[in-house]
């Protein structure tokens, strides 16, 4: 069985900062891309950013300069650092992992359960 999971969420004061972290579990042998997605209420789940084993990454534009990801390969965990938040970051955060070969089989693309992240003072 393979599952991500998250963690790292919360509440945080606009201005501050949070560290996501997803940890991909089970018989995996590669995973291609990690990333992260959010929704807010009432509004589509959108890319947040994501990054090959590589370490090639593409981000949204509304958190370029704020957000960085990273990737340890060994450990198939992916990390959103978020700094300088703003109230409409305010969303549930959302790992992806594509393109994953595992013991069981080949997935195209598994979710994380999400992890809420509120910003407000």
């Known amino acids: 069985q393979v599952q991500l999971v998250e963690s790292g969420g919360g509440l945080v004061q606009p201005g501050g900062s949070l560290r996501l972290s997803c940890a991909a579990s089970g018989s995996i042998f590669s995973i291609n891309a990690m990333g992260w997605y959010r929704q807010a209420p009432g509004k589509e789940r959108e890319l947040v950013a994501d990054i090959t084993s590589g370490g090639i990454t593409r981000y949204a534009d509304s958190v370029k300069g704020r957000f960085t990801i990273s990737r340890d390969n060994a450990k198939n965990t992916v990390y959103l650092q978020m700094n300088s938040l703003k109230p409409e970051d305010t969303a549930v955060y959302y790992c992806?992992?594509?393109?994953?070969?595992?013991?069981?089989?080949?997935?195209?693309?598994?979710w994380g359960q999400g992890t809420q992240v509120t910003v407000s003072s």
């Open positions: 992806n992992a594509d393109q994953m070969l595992t013991s069981g089989g080949y997935y195209g693309r598994i």
